[in-house]
């Protein structure tokens, strides 16, 4: 209803510009069908489709596109030669019925996901949180620290090195020096340490665009608004962070929340560097890896993309539910 | 006005209600989580500076005795030793990096123009399309898109890593959101009533208003350009990048420590340059980042 007045009172205004000329036809919304006004708009404002077209042509070929044919090659057996034949949903009950790897892979996935998806949320906030009150040359500094791991690259394979098998390793090495352990431990390649050793490298990295929304939302929050709130009673920083802070940081922790949970479920790429690929016993073996066995190595297209298909699904589903989760805060 | 004067004034701003303890507490988990992230970046500069015999030093050191730039040399000979000369390598990546980077600022700039100051039929609906497609990773079409690249005939060109970066959204979002609350309203119509074309208004009026964000947007393409490592389009060793040579030197494995932590250290001093030149852009841009219902 708002929408239409505030249209409604722009055309006006087009028209009282435009009288000198054009007397005869003064046309308003209301003597228009909707799609005669809809019609006209799009004549209207050429210019604004020319500018928006180049990109969305090519935003729709490579990314829309692809998932929609995704899902429609999951349900056929495409191997890339010949043309695909439509098998319904022969590929999502094989995978969850005949292929144990699958099942190992997406019990990964959702552990990396749980673990890395929230714990580097938090700590994205918290950090950002906590260097809000330091001078603005020294938050410049710790922000770097802190943000740095996330764009290094390939520098997390020292912790490759940190880990390393051998007695060389920087805490095997002095885990047998301090006698705490008789033998090296394989720390990649042991299931027992290889799973959490990967999740703490891939939050040591984790801190990356949402930490910065984060610490630029922290200063945009309207310092009066703490002031009133301490004579309003707010007694610690606690409370003027739920009571005041929280609710003023809502759209940043929303878009930090969509790049935590994409983030999450991406994983895979830093597996493959520090336990191999595939790792032992597949202990860290994620969906990403199924999909590029299946998809890279097989040519099983049809099979690959359903899986794609459920990480899409996983992915997508997961930042609905907390989108809608965070827009309850402050209610 | 009783607890108004018991604020505590710090030399940069009012701080209210902080307790000692409180703020002790902070520093101490700050130091400590400050302590995880930088020693293993500091190890890997270390690392980087050891001579032989110190790598191979038990109980293995973190500091450096006796640094030398020995790993570096190391480095530069494996280089010259590679099938294809590296400056190949390099040539690709900057290519990549800078063409994709054009595109994509040119393009994301334009769409977030009209995305955010004109109001025309189905543009809700296109950033709604947008900000979904920051909801799930690139494998998720990678299959579909392996398939397109083919019929495309672009395996094996730069092509098939150019033209979809330049189609990229997370700097289009940031860039739209920027424009949103940065350029002002008026100041666009009272262009458009003085008779300044739309194009003529974007490209005089608004695009100078947004430089943080051009920035922002040339920063995060380009890192995420120059880390282009091996791709499932490439496979002539020619086309090849400069992060994939990289990536080839550092799986030579434990003998190869030192020229490893060596190519490290190269490939992370671009992205955090570049990051430390433009913090205070990005920053800013960053202030508008936020996520509406």
Redesign the interface.
């Known amino acids: 209803m708002a929408k239409e007045v505030t ?1 409604t009172a ?1 055309e006006t205004a087009e028209v009282k ?1 435009k009288t000198p000329k054009e007397k005869k036809q003064p046309v308003s919304r209301k003597d228009m069908t909707k799609w005669q006004w ?1 019609l006209k ?2 004549k209207r ?1 050429g ?3 020319a ?2 077209a ?3 042509i ?2 729709c ?7 929609i ?2 899902i429609a ?1 999951s349900f056929t057996n495409f191997n ?1 030669l010949q043309w695909p034949d439509f098998v319904f949903m022969d590929n999502y009950i094989r995978l969850f019925l005949d292929d144990d790897l699958f099942i190992t892979a997406i019990q990964n996935t959702l552990i990396f996901a749980a673990a890395t998806g929230p714990i580097s949320y938090l ?1 994205s906030f ?2 950002a949180w ?2 809000n ?1 330091l ?2 040359k020294i938050r ?1 500094i ?8 996330s ?5 997390y ?3 490759a ?2 880990f ?1 098998g ?5 805490v095997n ?2 885990l ?2 301090l006698n705490i352990i008789q033998d090296p431990i394989q720390w990649f390649r042991d299931t027992t340490y290889c799973m959490p050793l990967c999740i703490v490298v891939s939050l ?1 990295m984790s ?1 990356g ?1 949402a930490f ?2 984060f ?3 922290l ?2 929050v309207d ?1 009066s608004l ?2 009133a ?3 309003d009673g ?4 606690w409370q ?1 962070l739920y009571y005041i802070t929280l609710p003023c940081m ?3 922790l ?2 930090g929340a ?2 935590a ?3 999450a ?2 994983f ?1 790429g830093v597996v493959d ?1 520090l336990a191999g690929n595939p790792s032992v016993d597949y202990c860290a073996w994620t969906i ?1 890896h199924h ?1 590029a066995d299946y ?2 190595a097989r040519f099983e ?1 049809g099979y ?2 359903a899986i ?2 459920l ?2 699904l996983m ?2 589903g997961s ?2 539910l907390i ?1 809608k989760l965070l ?1 309850k805060l402050g209610q | 006005m009783a ?2 004067a018991k ?1 505590r004034t ?10 000692r303890g ?1 703020d002790t507490g ?1 520093a101490v ?2 130091i400590l ?2 302590a ?3 020693l ?2 500091l ?2 500069v270390l ?1 980087s500076l050891k001579p032989l015999d110190e790598l ?1 030093y ?3 050191r ?1 500091y450096v005795v006796n640094p030398t730039f020995q790993n570096f040399s190391d480095l530069f000979r494996l280089m010259n030793t590679s099938w294809v000369p590296f400056s190949r390598y390099l040539f690709n990546t900057l290519l990549i990096s800078v063409v994709g980077t054009l595109g994509n600022l040119i ?2 700039s ?2 977030a ?3 955010s100051k ?4 189905g ?1 809700d609906w ?1 950033f709604q ?20 690249m ?1 019929a495309l005939h672009w395996i094996d060109t730069y092509f098939a890593i150019i ?2 970066a ?2 990229s ?2 700097g ?1 979002y940031l860039m739209k959101q920027f424009m949103e609350s940065s350029v002002s309203d008026a100041v666009l119509e009272s262009a458009r ?1 003085d008779g300044s ?3 003529n208004t ?1 490209l005089k009026i608004a695009m100078p208003m947004v430089k943080p964000a051009w920035l922002t947007l040339i920063v ?1 393409s380009f ?1 995420g350009l ?2 282009t490592g091996s791709s ?1 389009y490439i496979y002539s060793e020619e086309l090849k990048t400069f ?1 994939y040579a ?2 080839q030197i ?1 799986s030579g494995g ?1 003998v190869r ?1 030192g020229a ?2 060596a ?2 250290v190269v ?2 001093i671009v ?2 340059a570049v ?2 030149v433009s ?2 852009n ?6 508008t ?5």
């Open positions: 249209v722009e510009v809809t708009e799009i404002n210019t604004a489709y500018l928006v180049p990109f969305m090519i935003f070929l490579f990314t829309v596109i692809p998932v044919v995704s090659l890339m700590l918290v950090v906590f260097i009150e001078s603005p410049a710790v922000t770097l620290i802190f943000y740095a791991p764009i290094a690259g390939s520098a394979t020292i912790w090195y940190i390393s051998d007695s060389y390793g920087f090495g002095w047998l020096k040591w801190l665009t910065l929304s610490i630029a939302g200063q945009v310092r703490y002031e709130g301490a004579v707010v007694k610690n920083r003027e809502k759209q940043q929303m878009f969509v790049l949970i994409t983030g479920f991406g895979g560097a990403t999909l998809g890279g297209v690959a993309a794609s298909v990480l899409f992915s997508f930042n609905i989108k827009s | 607890k108004v604020l710090r030399k940069h701003a009012v701080v209210l209600n902080r307790s409180g902070i988990m700050l989580m400050g995880f992230m930088f293993p970046m190890y890997v690392n191979w038990y109980p293995p973190f393009l994301s334009m769409a123009y009209a995305l004109i109001k025309f039929p543009r296109m399309l947008i900000v979904m497609s920051l909801m799930f990773s690139a494998q998720a079409s990678a299959i579909a898109n392996f398939i397109l083919s033209i979809p330049w189609g959204t997370l289009l009533l074309s739309e194009l974007f995060y890192q120059w880390q499932i992060s990289i990536s550092l434990i420590q490893a932590a190519a490290s490939m992370m992205p955090i990051f430390v913090q205070s990005i920053m800013e841009t960053m202030a980042s936020g996520m509406k219902d």
